[in-house]
């Protein structure tokens, strides 16, 4: 196909998606709202339409994950401008050990469910930590939804879903060598070692330049952009400084793009400009977070759950039951008050975008089949729907039982 043919193509998919992506969005994000329920079940109905899996048009599902992931580096960035990063580093103990103790129980129960389906043991390890992991944009909007950014639990929960990357960073580096062992392959536990240790090493360099020198290069470019008096000039500057640190720092670190986007958040949000910054983008991040859950929405394929309905039912009640059960004994064993435990507990209550990525890269090693994936998929969409209805009824019940 000629060029120009391709350029032209590819255009006409980024219209057609922003067209009857945003009518479909708009639409059934509105009846959403007017049935009191979270707009994002209107997103994720919305991307199903326009998916692969339904009847009818077929958005280009490539070029509607790019647009997604330009929402979860706006979404992210955003939130680590207005975090307090002492907040963070006060409650990291608490968000370390609930990280790991409530990644461990999600994939210990979700491998033994799985295991006793008669699915493999590398399938049911990978579908077990894919559960366990839940998605850091939905928490954000949740937390943002329900006015819980800025609250102890805010922080909690923030600090444990960074927690849960780095459990997800080291959990994809293990499977190459998963692969290798089920190839009956010699395991090189010298080289993965030294790539771990590598990766904090270079994490860890790399913060302490960003928020000594980098923050005063950054302040002085951005403080010489804003005196042209150019609204679109700055905020144009605020995305190239942006991208380029989240780009940058996922690459050298290895870690998550939502992870490289939180600390250039918090890197600016150090700066005097951050309450400037934050309102130019704003309307960019809300725009582009929708493409999120719509690309989650055209995943997502029906079949996946009339194959393995009780499989999927077993998983769906460990991820809205058992996890959110885990994380309230966990905050609570360190003497938080209930509604705090609460708060996390149900923010957790869900799974999302590195899932995916854990079941991707396992299919594509040939350790997960199809239909995990698919199941992964389904969990994630059902789970993400509940969950504001969770918080719903939860700031119901708190106003009904507040004192007058």
């Given at each position: 196909m000629p060029q120009d043919l391709v350029a032209s193509s590819a255009h006409l998919d980024i219209v057609i998606i922003l067209t009857v992506g945003s009518i479909l969005a708009a639409l059934f994000g509105y009846l959403s709202d007017r049935m009191k329920l979270s707009p994002i079940i209107g997103y994720l109905l919305a991307g199903y339409f326009i998916g692969p899996y339904s009847p009818?048009?077929?958005?280009?599902?490539?070029?509607?994950?790019?647009?997604?992931?330009?929402?979860?580096?706006?979404?992210?960035?955003?939130?680590?401008?207005?975090?307090?990063?002492?907040?963070?580093?006060?409650v990291k103990n608490l968000a370390l050990v609930g990280a790991l103790g409530q990644t461990i129980?999600?994939?210990?129960?979700?491998?033994?469910?799985?295991?006793?389906?008669?699915?493999?043991?590398?399938?049911?390890?990978?579908?077990?930590?894919?559960?366990?992991?839940?998605?850091?944009?939905?928490?954000?909007?949740?937390?943002?939804?329900?006015?819980?950014?800025?609250?102890?639990?805010?922080?909690?929960?923030?600090?444990?879903?960074?927690?849960?990357?780095?459990i997800a960073v080291f959990c994809l580096l293990l499977l190459p060598l998963l692969a290798s062992i089920k190839a009956g392959e010699s395991v090189q536990w010298c080289d993965f070692l030294l790539t771990m240790a590598m990766i904090f090493i270079k994490f860890a360099i790399l913060v302490i330049l960003l928020f000594?020198?980098?923050?005063?290069?950054?302040?002085?470019?951005?403080?010489?952009?804003?005196?042209?008096?150019?609204?679109?000039?700055?905020?144009?500057?605020?995305?190239?400084?942006?991208?380029?640190?989240?780009?940058?720092?996922a690459g050298i670190t290895g870690t998550s793009i939502a992870l490289g986007a939180f600390i250039a958040g918090m890197l600016i949000g150090q700066t005097t400009l951050h309450t400037y910054i934050s309102a130019s983008l704003m309307p960019l991040r809300d725009a582009f977070v929708v493409f999120f859950f719509l690309s989650i929405g055209m995943l997502f394929n029906p079949l996946a759950i009339a194959d393995n309905f009780l499989l999927f039912l077993a998983l769906l009640a460990l991820i809205l039951i058992g996890k959110p059960i885990a994380a309230w004994l966990i905050v609570r064993w360190w003497r938080r008050p209930k509604q705090v435990a609460l708060s996390v507990a149900l923010a957790l209550a869900q799974i999302g975008e590195f899932s995916f990525i854990l079941a991707e890269e396992a299919a594509r090693l040939n350790l997960l089949p199809d239909a995990g994936y698919d199941l992964i998929i389904a969990c994630a969409l059902v789970s993400l729907a509940i969950n504001p209805v969770l918080f719903k009824l939860m700031n119901n019940y708190n106003k009904k039982t507040q004192p007058a």
């Open positions: 009818g048009f077929v958005a280009n599902a490539g070029l509607s994950e790019q647009l997604a992931e330009i929402g979860v580096i706006l979404m992210m960035f955003w939130v680590g401008v207005h975090i307090k990063w002492q907040e963070l580093v006060r129980f999600s994939a210990v129960a979700g491998c033994i469910l799985i295991r006793s389906s008669g699915w493999s043991l590398e399938a049911a390890v990978i579908i077990g930590i894919s559960i366990g992991i839940a998605s850091t944009v939905v928490l954000v909007r949740v937390l943002s939804d329900n006015n819980l950014q800025h609250t102890p639990a805010g922080y909690i929960a923030l600090s444990w879903l960074i927690c849960e990357d780095f000594t020198l980098g923050r005063r290069i950054i302040s002085f470019l951005l403080n010489k952009v804003i005196g042209a008096r150019s609204h679109e000039l700055f905020t144009l500057a605020t995305l190239a400084v942006t991208f380029a640190i989240t780009v940058g720092f």
